[in-house]
């Protein structure tokens, strides 16, 4: 699939200069420009050509989507190897990998689509590092033309000055801290609100004792009971509602803006955080049982005491929150967190000790370790 320029401009996408040179190439890692002839491939990507610089390429997935990016990229050799950038590199080969090993600017779109052809879209910006729109955040589950059909017909002119914002707009690098309230956008209409609980990599650097096996620079965010169209919830109303069980992310959102602080206030004494609870996993001191409650650490030694039945280590940990609004819909509509829970073990995902279902093993943690 190839969009044209008129779809572009919907999704704020670079549109294609009309004295751009198309160009097909096959779609492996293999391909090898300077002997074409020597691989045949029925799958193709295509690049646009502005003269000897690669200015955009159309990269196909497997399942008939596509990923949409722009690029700046000297080539030579009559458009068959990649320039160097510095004194001392070498030309590489034009291929699909070496392309996408460049740095690419601007907005791109990746499109898959499943079995059943419904599209899972993704809109970001790789020099702000931030999300303009994602199907699986906002819950949509329609078809391919249904997508298009939809976006198109309910984009306003406020939407399009979004998407000129999102598309020219410089990275930022965003302070946060313990106790700020942040706002994010579900969709282009519904917005959603959280809560930093923790800033891991502050509780370390200032000496404070904490599991440390989550991946990157963790924040421990909870994300409230709400979905409105409103942009301005007040930090006071906010404090009145209900969380999702908090969770651990890498600080990415916070720290790049997409995640918008609007306001602080003092945590209360109750926060719930997350529980990683299990035998230690260091190659070097195994032989002890460790329990990590956000602020909240203790370790007994293994031998005398049982060993947890199972993992409740709970080290997951991404980008940004897992929590998407269909989710937190349901969770207002029961007026609990059930539908948390119950997402997750369908999946067979959790391994969080704070589920129901590990009630019992709950309490014979607390006691083993000490915990009210």
Same mark, same amino acid.
């Given at each position: 699939?190839?969009?044209?320029?008129? !779809?572009?401009?919907?999704?704020?996408?670079?549109?294609?200069? %009309?004295?751009?040179?198309?160009?097909? #190439?096959?779609?492996? *890692?293999?391909?090898?420009?300077? /002997?074409?002839?020597?691989?045949?491939?029925?799958?193709?990507?295509?690049?646009?050509?502005?003269?000897?610089?690669?200015?955009?390429?159309?990269?196909?997935?497997?399942?008939?989507?596509?990923?949409?990016?722009?690029?700046?990229?000297?080539?030579?050799?009559? +458009?068959?190897?990649?320039?160097?950038?510095?004194?001392?590199?070498? @030309?590489?080969?034009?291929?699909?990998?070496?392309?996408?090993?460049?740095?690419?600017?601007?907005?791109?779109?990746?499109?898959?689509?499943?079995?059943?052809?419904?599209?899972?879209?993704?809109?970001?910006?790789?020099? =702000?590092?931030?999300?303009?729109?994602?199907? /699986?955040?906002?819950? =949509?589950?329609?078809?391919?033309?249904?997508?298009?059909?939809?976006?198109?017909?309910?984009?306003?002119?406020?939407?399009?000055?979004?998407?000129?914002?999102?598309?020219?707009?410089?990275?930022?690098?965003?302070?946060?801290?313990?106790?700020?309230?942040? +706002?994010?956008?579900?969709?282009?209409?519904?917005?959603?609100? &959280?809560?930093?609980?923790?800033?891991? !990599?502050?509780? #370390?650097?200032?000496?404070?004792?904490?599991?440390? #096996?989550?991946?990157?620079?963790?924040?421990?965010?909870?994300?409230?009971?709400?979905? =409105?169209?409103?942009?301005?919830?007040? $930090?006071?109303?906010?404090?009145?509602?209900?969380?999702? @069980?908090?969770?651990?992310?890498?600080?990415?959102?916070?720290?790049? &803006?997409?995640?918008?602080?609007?306001?602080?206030?003092?945590?209360?004494?109750?926060?719930?955080? %997350?529980?990683?609870?299990? +035998?230690?996993?260091? &190659?070097?001191? %195994?032989?002890? #049982? $460790?329990?990590?409650?956000?602020? =909240?650490?203790?370790?007994?030694?293994?031998?005398?005491?049982?060993?947890?039945?199972?993992?409740?280590?709970?080290?997951?940990?991404?980008?940004?929150?897992?929590?998407?609004?269909?989710?937190?819909?349901?969770?207002?509509?029961?007026? *609990?967190?059930? @539908?948390?829970?119950?997402?997750?073990?369908?999946?067979?995902?959790?391994?969080?000790?704070?589920?129901?279902?590990?009630?019992?093993?709950?309490?014979?943690?607390?006691?083993?370790?000490?915990?009210?």
């Amino acid at each position: 699939m190839e969009l044209t320029n008129e !779809q572009r401009k919907y999704f704020g996408l670079e549109v294609v200069d %009309p004295s751009w040179d198309r160009v097909e #190439i096959p779609a492996v *890692s293999g391909y090898n420009t300077l /002997h074409p002839e020597k691989l045949k491939s029925e799958r193709k990507n295509v690049l646009y050509f502005d003269g000897d610089i690669l200015r955009k390429e159309i990269s196909q997935h497997e399942n008939g989507g596509f990923r949409e990016s722009s690029y700046n990229l000297r080539t030579q050799d009559n +458009r068959t190897k990649i320039a160097p950038i510095t004194a001392k590199g070498k @030309p590489k080969i034009l291929n699909s990998v070496n392309i996408q090993r460049c740095k690419s600017y601007g907005v791109y779109m990746d499109l898959n689509v499943d079995n059943l052809q419904r599209a899972d879209v993704l809109i970001g910006n790789y020099d =702000t590092q931030k999300t303009y729109y994602s199907s /699986h955040f906002s819950g =949509t589950n329609l078809k391919v033309d249904e997508f298009f059909d939809k976006w198109i017909s309910e984009t306003t002119e406020q939407d399009f000055n979004d998407l000129e914002v999102f598309s020219t707009e410089k990275r930022r690098h965003c302070i946060f801290k313990e106790g700020d309230f942040f +706002r994010f956008k579900y969709d282009r209409r519904h917005y959603g609100y &959280g809560r930093v609980l923790m800033d891991v !990599q502050k509780w #370390i650097k200032d000496g404070n004792p904490f599991w440390d #096996i989550l991946m990157g620079k963790a924040v421990c965010i909870s994300v409230y009971h709400i979905v =409105t169209e409103d942009p301005d919830v007040s $930090i006071i109303e906010l404090s009145k509602l209900s969380s999702c @069980p908090s969770e651990y992310i890498m600080d990415n959102k916070l720290f790049y &803006g997409e995640y918008e602080v609007i306001g602080n206030a003092p945590l209360n004494e109750d926060v719930y955080y %997350p529980i990683m609870y299990g +035998r230690s996993i260091s &190659g070097t001191d %195994p032989n002890k #049982i $460790i329990c990590c409650i956000g602020k =909240t650490y203790r370790e007994i030694s293994l031998e005398g005491n049982d060993n947890p039945g199972r993992d409740y280590i709970n080290n997951g940990i991404g980008f940004g929150s897992h929590i998407d609004m269909p989710l937190v819909e349901k969770c207002i509509k029961t007026g *609990s967190n059930d @539908p948390y829970w119950q997402k997750n073990a369908d999946k067979g995902l959790s391994k969080d000790i704070r589920a129901p279902q590990y009630k019992d093993a709950l309490f014979k943690m607390k006691k083993q370790m000490g915990l009210k």
